[in-house]
């Protein structure tokens, strides 16, 4: 009998202290990549990182400034479309969905959200760059974008349900009108949790790679506008690091450091705006 | 846009009160964020509609067969999905089989014993681990990841496993089990985030009820606790599951290019999405095109159905309508 207690006892001690070691290798494996993209990208980053374009395989040298512009116009692009359309499904469904068709609506989104993102960048391919005949940075942006929606609409309805159903009566029984009282009352009640949602949303588009590989392609030059091929930073880290040259390897580690700080400074900077914590809804 | 469909179709409330609306401008707003809505519904069908059409010649020229061929022969135009479905599942096989009981074991120890301090700072940077991109995992899988692979870890796995034909074979580093582990760290975070919610779903009365029949804190936790949250977690799993079919980058940095069908995990192989990656902008000739589209729609369909059962899941166990999965 004791024996038995003693070893459940043991054995509760164990199994627990091993769940507390699981959980610190999952936070350890962030501290790990962090460090050595750190490491590794900052003694390859410099001015003409930043500064200039890339020079051809096996020259020394160059930078790519081009596809730090490329990365920031294509996000333009997508932002442009994804956030309106997100926000606006997100209103939806929080404000005037019924039962039936906000659900398929909202279903959608999931599903839509769990699509591969090269299976985004297949569609995308297919219904801008086959008609258009040209790789561009509108085919880029437009693939991004896809991936933005269902991210915004779901994150912007889950905060506006959050505002509390006094704050709409009250309004209504001023005698405003339903559109007034979302556009005057809830959004603003909702906008941080909103903003979050947005910037996340975001982040998560900018490191995407797998959508621009055949729609944005890659530049070695500037791009000269939206119909153009358009270098990225994703793409670029991608090509350089599979790429046989010693120096390319040495600039993906750099591309990698400047994506990954942009995208972590996005993550921080949503929470912080946040302030209590939230869990990131994929 | 569609109006006047929608206008055609009277309201409940008859057409007089419908009027009123549309001139107090609500009925406006709602046809407006309507159709931003409907776009969704529109995006999702248009995807399959073009996934479908584009792989026309390949789904008539090889039919179900393109499912069971291994052949991939780009001059003879002899197409199969086998090798990269095989790929596919083998390498997320792999990474589930790490991830899962290191993911489920950080979530019991957030949800269940770290203080809400720790657990919520832990919460935070695991976060931050689903937001790294993937192509950055993979950079970091070519030049660490893959000469650990190659160096320590297949050898000692030869070594002392050998005698399964899963751990035979050369060393080369990039290869299924690489792609394995890489899509491991890469769903963990997932996995972690996800069921940590699901246990805390979990009401308390259970754990003191159990507790109270004498229970260790582990029991409670693990014949108690983890059953009531078993849907949630399951749906974790899933959802984790998707993410590592679909998953481009990381893997294809890492899986060594080979569309062969190998039974060592040491081998290089492919994946439906690297081969995508790869192949894509160098596909001469529309049948090979749209093969790649048709291996495109193979991995849609997977992700899609096994995407349908993780919200399903998740829904059922938070029980409060799909609005909070």
Known sequence: MTLRNRWRKTLSYMMLSLTGVCAVLAV????????????????????????????????????????????????????????????????????????????????????????????????????????????????????????????????????????????????????????????TVVVPAAYRGIATGMILGVARIAGETAPLLFTSLNNQFWSTGFDQPTAS?????????????????????????????????????????????????? | MATSSVLAAPSPTGARAFLKRLRSGD????????????????????????????????RQRFGFGFLTSSAWDPVSERFGALPFIYGTVVTSAVALIIAVPLGLGAAIFLAELAPPRVSSTFTFFIELLAAVPSVIYGLLAIFTLVPLMRTVVEPFLSRTLGFLPIFKGAFYGVGYLTGGVILAIMTLPFI??????????????????????????????????????????????????????GETMAVTMVIGNDPSIRASLFAPGYTIAAIIANEFTEATGEIYLDALVGLGLVLFLLTIVINAVARLLIIATTRRGSTNP
């Open chain 1, 28 to 183: 350890a494996v962030l501290f790990l990549i962090l460090g050595y993209l750190f490491y590794n990208g900052w003694r390859s980053l410099d001015w003409d990182f930043l500064t200039k374009l890339p020079k051809p395989p096996g020259e020394r040298g160059g930078g790519m400034a081009n596809a730090i512009v490329g990365s920031l116009q294509i996000i333009f692009l997508a932002t442009l479309i994804g956030l309106p359309v997100g926000f606006m499904a997100g209103v939806y469904l929080s404000e005037f969905g019924g039962k039936t068709f906000a659900f398929l609506i909202r279903y959608m989104a999931d599903l839509l959200n769990g699509v591969p993102s090269i299976v985004i960048g297949i569609f995308a391919w297919t219904v801008v760059v086959v008609p258009l005949h040209h790789f561009s940075a509108l085919a880029g942006g437009l693939a991004l974008s896809l991936i933005l929606i269902p991210v915004t609409a779901r994150s912007t309805e889950q905060f506006l349900n959050s505002v509390p159903q006094t704050l709409r009566e009250g309004a209504l029984a001023l005698g405003a009108s339903k559109w007034r009282t979302i556009a």
């Open chain 1, 233 to 282: 930073l994703p793409v670029m880290v991608f090509t350089h690091a599979i790429a046989p040259y010693d120096d390319w390897h040495r600039q993906a580690w750099a591309a990698g450091l400047v994506l990954l700080l942009g995208v972590l400074v996005a993550n921080i900077a949503a929470r912080l705006i946040l302030s209590r914590g939230i869990s990131v809804q994929r």
């Open chain 2, 27 to 58: 009925e406006v707003a709602r046809l407006i964020t309507l159709a931003f809505a409907t776009s969704i519904l529109l995006v999702t069908v248009g995807l399959l509609y073009e996934l479908w059409i584009g792989s026309a010649l390949a």
């Open chain 2, 192 to 245: 972690i985030s996800i069921s940590r919610e699901a246990l805390l779903e979990v009401p308390t009365e259970q754990r003191e009820a159990a507790l109270a029949l004498g229970a260790t804190r582990w029991e409670s936790t693990w014949q108690v606790v983890v059953p009531y949250a078993r849907l949630g977690i399951f749906g974790s799993i899933f959802l984790a599951l998707a993410r590592a079919l």
